[in-house]
């Protein structure tokens, strides 16, 4: 059993690159979510989906697009890369909109913005 | 959004020791969890528990929702016990967990 899969596990871009992070998962869970983790800050709501075909923002969307086209697979999207968005992302899912169940996590991607 | 503190931001413990991490938040809540993230970055849920008391091995943890704050216990620590510990609430009636900023155990063997 897989969980939450997330490529690539390190990625440097130049400034105004775009590039797309993977997300899947295998435990038919209709709630996923993307977070980003700076120093000190904890981790940080980018988007989210409950379920295949809806998502909405979080705390700091700017800069990001997902879209939910499956039930497994939820891509991240920088569409212009800066430096500000140099992070470690993790993406995460629950089974039941997350309202009454875990959050299980992936093992995070490092990007760098140069 | 809704506020999430964890004390102490920093603690250092002999390996056997005993430690208690402690999470307060500013709102009703009907989801809390617990999340331990390793040296190596994975972040593993430890407990949901929006209330009442759990134990997994020498890990416990304890939510007094109408005091607004949770607590997890840490028994005869162990070296593999290092890292942050996070806790996320989720306020009644949204859809996202928010984070504190963590506490960082380390233990000394």
């Known amino acids: 059993n897989a969980g939450v899969t997330q490529t690539p596990k390190f990625q440097v871009l130049k400034t105004g690159q775009s590039m797309t992070l993977q997300c899947a998962q295998d435990m038919n869970h209709e709630y996923m979510s993307w977070y980003r983790q700076d120093p000190g800050m904890g981790l940080r709501l980018i988007h989210y989906s409950v379920g295949a075909g809806i998502t909405d923002q979080g705390e700091v969307p700017n800069g990001y697009n997902v879209s939910r086209s499956t039930t497994e697979d939820f891509p991240l999207r920088l569409l212009s890369a800066a430096p500000s968005q140099t992070s470690v992302y993790f993406c995460?899912?629950?089974?039941?909109?997350?309202?009454?169940?875990?959050?299980?996590f992936g093992n995070g991607t490092r990007l760098t913005v140069t | 959004g809704i506020q999430v503190e964890q004390s102490p931001p920093d603690l250092i413990l002999q390996e056997g020791a005993n430690s208690t991490l402690r999470c307060n938040f500013s709102d009703s809540v009907n989801n809390l969890q617990w999340f331990h993230q390793n040296p190596w970055g994975q972040l593993i849920n430890l407990f949901y528990i929006p209330s009442g008391t759990k134990q997994n091995g020498r890990l416990s943890a304890t939510t007094v929702a109408t005091e607004r704050y949770s607590l997890l216990y840490i028994s005869s620590s162990q070296t593999t016990d290092s890292g942050v510990y996070f806790c996320?609430?989720?306020?009644?009636?949204?859809?996202?967990?928010?984070f504190g900023t963590g506490t960082r155990l380390t233990v000394i063997p």
């Open positions: 996320a609430v989720r306020r009644a009636g949204a859809n996202n967990l928010f």
């Open positions: 995460a899912s629950s089974y039941d909109r997350g309202r009454n169940s875990p959050l299980h």
